[in-house]
């Protein structure tokens, strides 16, 4: 194995992207997203028995596009990574069996980690990107999860910080979506309806940033308390006979959400004394969310990184890239002795590590 620059293909069927990605030591030579998105967008969420059968189904297309991509035959590679959670365990079945399949075959090493840990793994990969620096907070913002960590090395030493105890922020957007009568998924489409918006016109509430909620929550998350206050306005507005000014209950449902975020993120900077904050997820495709975070770092004297968009989304080259730099920094392979874990904890960054 070249442990130098291993060639790694990286399989991720954590929800509903089957993401496959090749990338040889940090460089990324490929990056095959196969999404079921639409598929779910008529049940409003997703639906974990449709997300597996269409991982099954876009598999083999996804590593034969791959391979093609990246110019590469599986035979040159160096190992196989995939990941083991947390997710949706029906879909993280089907990544995880074929991964196991492929490394047998192939007669490769195969690396079995996490898919939170993976999202910071996909900063490594921009093609501009200074070396990560440690210790960093990233801030995980998807559908999914909602996680604050502090990353003292990518590889060995992840802690969590806190995390969503109700709804994720992905899952509000969506729910909130819903009762704004816009379709699924809800993060683009309230983005949409927030332009021309006003961010201040109502002041709905910061779930868990009060001063009582410091001792036991004050670096998790709630946004089930913002869904139900946005729910309760727009029920009032309606029963007293009045047009829901969509625009500003957009605008400032979505404030609301990315302040919570933004100030947990920075306060925990300043809490542990660390100037970096890592950015990642497929919520920070959201528009607001990155121009609040970059101008409140900036004024905080706060470093703040944003891997390019295309890998904020799960995909299997963030997965690979983990596996790569474990590969570089003499982590043993795993063995086959794992399966799906949708409640994988972010400190377990590989698992089933050969002794």
Wanted: proline letters at 5%.
């Amino acid at each position: 194995m070249n442990r130098a620059e291993p060639l790694v293909l990286g399989i991720e069927t954590s929800c509903d992207e089957t993401g496959i990605g090749i990338v040889r030591g940090r460089t990324l030579l490929s990056n095959t997203i196969a999404s079921s998105m639409d598929e779910h967008a008529r049940f409003g969420g997703v639906v974990p028995e449709v997300a597996a059968r269409a991982h099954l189904e876009a598999l083999q297309p996804a590593i034969e596009q791959a391979v093609a991509e990246a110019g590469i035959r599986l035979a040159d590679l160096d190992a196989v990574a995939v990941t083991s959670g947390p997710g949706l365990a029906g879909a993280l079945m089907v990544g995880v069996g074929a991964a196991k399949a492929l490394a047998v075959s192939l007669g490769k090493p195969l690396y079995a980690v996490n898919h939170l840990v993976g999202h910071i793994a996909a900063d490594i990969l921009a093609d501009d990107s200074e070396p990560l620096e440690y210790p960093t907070v990233a801030l995980l913002v998807s559908g999914g999860h909602t996680s604050l960590l502090l990353v003292r090395d990518l590889t060995s030493d992840v802690e969590l910080l806190g995390e969503t105890v109700d709804d994720a922020a992905g899952e509000a957007f969506d729910k909130v979506a819903r009762i704004l009568g816009l379709p699924y998924p809800g993060g683009p489409e309230i983005d949409r309806a927030a332009v021309g918006g006003d961010p201040d016109a109502i002041r709905f509430p910061r779930g868990l940033s009060r001063a009582s909620d410091r001792e036991k929550h004050r670096w998790d998350f709630s946004f089930s308390g913002l869904k139900t206050a946005v729910a309760r306005w727009t029920e009032q507005r309606e029963a007293e006979g009045e047009d829901i000014p969509m625009a500003d209950v957009a605008a400032s449902f979505r404030e609301a959400v990315v302040d919570v975020l933004v100030t947990k993120a920075l306060d925990a900077c300043a809490e542990h004394d660390v100037p970096r904050l890592l950015l990642g997820g497929g919520v920070i495709a959201n528009r607001r969310l990155r121009e609040v975070a970059l101008a409140r770092a900036e004024a905080a004297g706060v470093t703040a990184r944003i891997p390019p968009l295309r890998l904020c989304t799960d995909n299997g080259a963030m997965i690979a890239a983990l596996a790569s730099e474990l590969i570089q920094s003499g982590h043993e392979p795993s063995t086959l002795a794992f399966g799906a874990d949708s409640t994988l904890p972010v400190t377990d960054i590989q698992v089933a590590r050969r002794p």
